[in-house]
């Protein structure tokens, strides 16, 4: 029997005990979520995706279903050194298992290594290939080494100036003391 998987409507039971393997190559403007916090930019980058299925045998010879997904992106974040645009890598390369309810999926998920889900007939793989890319984003976007030279430090010539120009308040209050007579 020869099977169609789609990814946005994936019966994972089925995929997984055909051992099936999906990819594709989505524009990012399929993913929302992804290119909102990409600033809107970078609206036709590729994002790169492969889900394997597989049912294993665990250690009390029940099958369980697994999927394991890659997925990358390359996006343009503002870097947060030099303000300037950084082509930033998000990569995923991640196993899991599938159980029979959201309840179980919640339990189990705690104690296990591997990330649990719950098993559906129309379970939508690009909201999981999302989901893990923005579990990916780096919590500050820079570059390795900033194309331009880095400001360090905030000086500015007329505030200096502007500065020594005003008289001491420490000096102004010694000499409202030192004129007072006691």
């Not at 394991?68 to 298992?97: E, I, K, S």
Request: charged share 25%; net charge negative.
């Amino acid at each position: 029997m020869s099977h169609e998987f789609v990814a946005s409507r994936l019966d994972v039971k089925a995929f997984a005990k055909a051992g099936a393997v999906l990819s594709g190559q989505d524009p990012l403007s399929k993913y929302p979520r992804l290119l909102e916090e990409a600033g809107g930019q970078g609206a036709d980058r590729p994002v790169q995706w492969e889900a394997h299925g597989e049912m294993r045998v665990d250690v009390s010879g029940l099958a369980q279903v697994w999927l394991h997904l890659n997925a990358q992106v390359t996006l343009p974040l503002t870097c947060q050194r030099c303000l300037g645009l950084a082509d930033m890598a998000l990569a995923v390369d991640r196993a899991f298992r599938f159980v029979a309810t959201e309840e179980q999926a919640e339990a189990e998920d705690e104690e296990a290594e591997e990330d649990v889900l719950a098993l559906s007939r129309d379970f939508n793989l690009q909201e999981l290939i999302e989901d893990e890319l923005l579990m990916e984003w780096p919590v500050v976007p820079r570059h390795d080494v900033c194309p331009t030279a880095v400001k360090l430090a905030a000086q500015d010539a007329d505030f200096d100036a502007a500065q020594a120009s005003k008289p001491n308040p420490f000096a102004a209050l010694a000499g409202l003391k030192g004129g007072k007579s006691s």
